[in-house]
């Protein structure tokens, strides 16, 4: 059921083609070859999204918010202005990030905190990201944890609060010791 966008197509001279599901809603000029986007996914206008990504269905990505390439989000992903997610990242189901550490209704930021997912990072379902943190490259973070302070790169973290258990290599599996406790950085981390 999958079609081919021939507006979108047309405007990067693409050499695969970004295949949009009927129901699901593009906006964004900046969608990159070969990603493939699933029934009721969001992608807004001034959102910039990678090359041979999978944006799952119910997924919503806002304006400001910028993923790399081959970057998979599962269903019910939400990002938003300043994530930025790089290459490679696996984002599982129902995780939710953040962009204002102090929300009021009807009160908006002028500038968001960037919340950065390095390259090749995992984060498992339905996992809590707090804004202006940063997961390192690699880093595995379970499900269902609440991410309150950045996690350094190739780091196993999970729990309330997330605190790093191991390490894991590039596959995603545990090995050997957990990285030293001052690898940790704050929430300031740029
Ligand atoms: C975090 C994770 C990678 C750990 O895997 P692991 O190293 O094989 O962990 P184990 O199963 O050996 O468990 C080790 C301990 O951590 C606990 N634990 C494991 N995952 C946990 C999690 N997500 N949150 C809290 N505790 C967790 C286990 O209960 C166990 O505790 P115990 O020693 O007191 O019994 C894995 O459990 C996980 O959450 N993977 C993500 C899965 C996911 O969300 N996939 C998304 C796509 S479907």
Same mark, same amino acid.
């Given at each position: 059921?999958? =079609? +081919?966008?021939?507006?979108?197509?047309?405007?990067?001279?693409?050499?695969?083609?970004?295949?949009?599901?009927?129901?699901?809603?593009?906006?964004?000029?900046?969608?990159?070859?070969?990603?493939?986007?699933?029934?009721?996914?969001?992608?807004?206008?001034?959102?910039?999204?990678?090359?041979?990504? +999978? &944006?799952?269905?119910?997924?919503?990505?806002?304006?400001?918010?910028?993923?790399? +390439?081959?970057?998979?989000?599962?269903? %019910?992903?939400?990002?938003?202005?300043?994530?930025?997610?790089?290459?490679?990242?696996?984002?599982?189901?129902?995780?939710?990030?953040?962009?204002?550490?102090?929300?009021?209704?009807?009160?908006?930021?002028?500038?968001?905190?960037?919340?950065?997912?390095?390259?090749?990072?995992? &984060?498992?379902? %339905?996992?809590? =990201? @707090?804004?202006?943190?940063? &997961?390192?490259?690699?880093?595995? =973070?379970?499900?269902?944890?609440?991410?309150?302070?950045? =996690?350094?790169?190739?780091?196993?973290?999970?729990?309330?609060?997330?605190?790093?258990? %191991?390490?894991?290599?590039?596959?995603?599996?545990?090995?050997?010791?957990?990285?030293?406790? +001052?690898? @940790?950085?704050?929430?300031?981390?740029?």
């Amino acid at each position: 059921m999958f =079609i +081919n966008d021939p507006e979108l197509l047309s405007r990067g001279g693409m050499d695969r083609p970004i295949a949009v599901h009927p129901a699901a809603l593009v906006e964004s000029m900046e969608v990159g070859s070969g990603t493939r986007v699933w029934a009721f996914a969001h992608i807004a206008d001034g959102a910039v999204v990678g090359e041979d990504c +999978n &944006i799952c269905d119910h997924t919503f990505i806002e304006a400001g918010a910028i993923v790399g +390439n081959r970057v998979t989000l599962k269903c %019910g992903v939400h990002l938003w202005n300043g994530n930025v997610i790089e290459d490679d990242v696996f984002i599982g189901p129902n995780v939710s990030m953040c962009n204002d550490p102090y929300p009021r209704s009807g009160a908006h930021l002028s500038e968001h905190p960037r919340t950065v997912i390095r390259r090749g990072a995992s &984060i498992g379902a %339905g996992a809590i =990201i @707090l804004p202006g943190i940063e &997961i390192g490259a690699y880093a595995m =973070i379970g499900a269902g944890a609440v991410v309150t302070r950045s =996690i350094p790169a190739f780091a196993l973290a999970y729990g309330n609060p997330a605190r790093v258990h %191991g390490r894991v290599d590039r596959q995603g599996r545990p090995i050997g010791s957990p990285p030293a406790p +001052n690898a @940790l950085r704050s929430r300031t981390a740029a």
